[in-house]
């Protein structure tokens, strides 16, 4: 695997282009020796079966690497941490590292060297061209072998061609994908998902995020790719049940940066437009009276103000439930959940 690992914060000859994840590996190792013992020699036999957990953590490492795209981990740290429990020693081995991409402009070889490619490299990039032509016919249905591939060579470059075929099959009225396709697709896409870098991941969903939005808060949520700045990009009266499906949503860390934009979201939300409004009730025998909430589907209710609508849907669909914004009871629980989230963060991070 044609992946650079150094324990510098920079690779000599090339430039670092960005910045992806940190990654870590831990493989572990029982034994009745301390620490102290391994390191001074006293057992040769558990010193080479720690060299051997290393060397299975440092291939895990290089796949993790190569599964978010990067080219090379910098600032590699390695780390033993002792364990003890039910009378046992255990040993961690850690390898914890900066997964990066590279300028492929600048070569990493020198002078006079001769260049070469990876074959996982040149097949990569073979299933990537197979692949991507084969998607290009809308009949053509992902097998178990195309699977393998695409997980095995992290083929992230299909993610969007994937994801859409993906929204189709969640449709009630989508019946013309294989069921074998659409078994495949629910047990590999999300673990595909989630294996990708967060931005790439968060491009791929919030860029198709029309063709189905209740699906895509459901991926949004599984695979923890709230994004702030994306969401913001989506501000509009049209879009606030999407948006507030959307807050339900959690990501790996949070950043002042991404504090601001949520309350920019919050505001947003909060200036929301009437959709409905409220009128009094006459009071007569057969009207209702007090104060009446006329919702933006024309129900008529008595209700509270703030309160949301009780007439039933046509079809037994369920109860109205929209409030005079438009907005549902548990729609409301989010956003309340979301603002003590803001209140959360705004007082962990201004510290």
């Not at 992946?3 to 000859?13: A, C, F, L, V």
Request: hydrophobic share 40%; proline share 2%; glycine share 6%.
């Amino acid at each position: 695997m044609d992946i650079i690992i150094t324990t510098t914060d920079s690779i000599e000859g090339t430039t670092i282009t960005r910045y992806i994840d940190v990654l870590r590996s831990s493989m572990v190792v029982g034994t009745d020796l301390s620490l102290a013992d391994l390191f001074s020699g006293t057992s040769q036999k558990y010193r080479s079966q720690l060299n051997t957990i290393y060397d299975r953590a440092m291939v895990d490492l290089k796949l993790k690497c190569a599964a978010v795209g990067a080219d090379a981990i910098v600032g590699l740290h390695t780390d033993f941490e002792e364990i003890f429990g039910k009378g046992k020693t255990k040993f961690v081995v850690s390898l914890i590292g900066t997964a990066v991409k590279l300028d492929k402009s600048k070569s990493f070889f020198l002078e006079g060297e001769e260049t070469a490619v990876a074959a996982d490299v040149l097949r990569r990039q073979q299933l990537l061209l197979s692949l991507r032509r084969k998607m290009s016919d809308d009949n053509y249905a992902l097998n178990e072998s195309d699977w393998e591939n695409i997980l095995r060579y992290s083929l992230v470059d299909l993610a969007p061609l994937i994801y859409h075929r993906y929204l189709l099959l969640t449709k009630a009225t989508v019946s013309d994908i294989p069921l074998s396709e659409k078994k495949l697709l629910l047990d590999n896409f999300i673990p595909f998902l989630k294996s990708m870098n967060y931005e790439d991941a968060a491009n791929v969903v919030y860029d198709d995020v029309h063709t189905d939005p209740y699906c895509t808060a459901d991926v949004v949520e599984k695979c923890h790719l709230f994004h702030p700045e994306k969401i913001v990009r989506l501000l509009n009266h049209d879009n606030k049940h999407l948006i507030i499906s959307l807050l339900v949503a959690d990501k790996a860390s949070y950043s002042i940066h991404d504090l601001e934009l949520m309350k920019k979201i919050a505001d947003f939300i909060d200036n929301l437009p009437d959709t409905g409004h409220y009128e009094e009730g006459k009071g007569n025998l057969f009207g209702k009276s007090g104060t009446l909430l006329v919702c933006e589907r024309g129900h008529t209710t008595a209700v509270e103000l703030g309160g949301h609508c009780t007439e039933m849907l046509e079809h037994g669909l369920g109860i109205c439930n929209l409030n005079v914004k438009g907005l549902t009871e548990a729609e409301i629980d989010i956003i309340s959940q979301f603002k003590q989230k803001i209140e959360i963060l705004d007082s962990l991070l201004k510290r």
